[in-house]
């Protein structure tokens, strides 16, 4: 299997080559991952990916996958249009 | 900001079967579900239902679907549908964010019920971003929805009773399924989903999995191979089909995005499918007046979303202030019906799910 034709994440185009690139260089939680690569951070947040995100780190560091820690969920789940909130706001100060 | 008494999110089977218990008991409800027509996954559901005859057993999902929703015709203004609209931000003093054709705003709710459901699990494979790579539920939306083949020639991965009902509706629909393969060493589905595509030629390949996708613009073939018992891909043992279609079906995960953005304890429970809400036995998660029913607590059956929704918005009712004295017999029979559901042993995950959830009912 080549790991650079695995994609993780489609939202962000994140291969499996690049988590094992992120492995060697130390990072174990999701959240980094996050950071570092914009895994999980698209469109879809994490829901197509996340999973496939927690097992290779489980793989990857022999834990079991209960112990790894799944990632900050923050609003929004979709992207809003700035201009939907302003006119929101808006309507509300009226 | 909008006042409403009681928000349920997503109106698939749980979230209609407490719209209802809500509405008898005098509620109003706020009805939220993102697609354009109520029902959720039933929808989809051409095949008739097992389970128990109280939760419409041997009556097609989809006709299902019709009576849950025309029970609740009958309220009137007690009951708000919003439909297209989507929930993207919880927050944990119940005030909810949606979004309806991008048009932005905000619900502040005396009580949540969460029936968000599920999302499909996918499995990493070279070449798994090629067209002709389809979710199971994606299928089943091309096909018994919008009546469009998905494919001529299909693998399908993964021996959950989806996979077993979807490689059966694809070839209702006259498409070729090639094989089945499924990673672990038994068929994890109902026999008689599995005999019933096993009669129709179809082989069921245990201890196997999807190597690589083969193809440049779309799949072409699929390479094969079989596992160790560790689930390693033994090297030699690969082989090549000529499918244009790669369906997998590897397991639902519970969606539990919003949950957590209200601050909802969550806790990973396999056997429920991944991250679940801590609830107790109302079905009451760990913020005072927010509950939550069916897959979004852990991956199981249309019956026991049906039965959960019941129990929840009974319980959601009686915590507004309603009298449900008269509904207590109707409550233990509920969890009487939830007990008959999952027992067997195609309900064994599930009960090692909740033994550790410490609710075994």
Known sequence: MNPKDVIICRCSDVTLQDLYDLFEQGYDTFEELKRVKRVGMGPCQANTCGKMVQWEIAKYYGKPLEEVEFHNMRPFTLGVKLKSIKEAADDEDE | MKQREVVIIGAGPGGLCAAQKLLEGGAKVCLIDRNASLGGQLIKQTHKFFGSEKQYASKRGIDIMEILISSLTQYGDQLEIMTETSVVGMYSDKVIACVKKDKFFKIQAQSIILATGASEKSIPFENNDLPGVYAAGAVQTLMNEYGVKPGDNVLMVGSGNIGLIVSYQLMQAGINVKALVEAAPSISGYLVHASKIRRLGVDILTNTSVKR???SEQVKQVEIWDLDPTWQGIE????????????????????????????AEVRYIKELGGNVPVIDKRYETTVKGVYACGDVVGIEEASSAMVEGKITGLNALEDLGYDIRASRLEMKALHEELKFLRDGPHAAKVRAGYLKRGMLT
């Open chain 2, 213 to 215: 996708a083969i193809g």
């Open chain 2, 236 to 263: 030699g043992s690969e082989r090549i089909l000529d499918v244009d279609t790669i369906c997998i079906s590897v397991g639902l995960a519970p969606l539990t995005e919003l949950l957590q953005q209200l601050g």
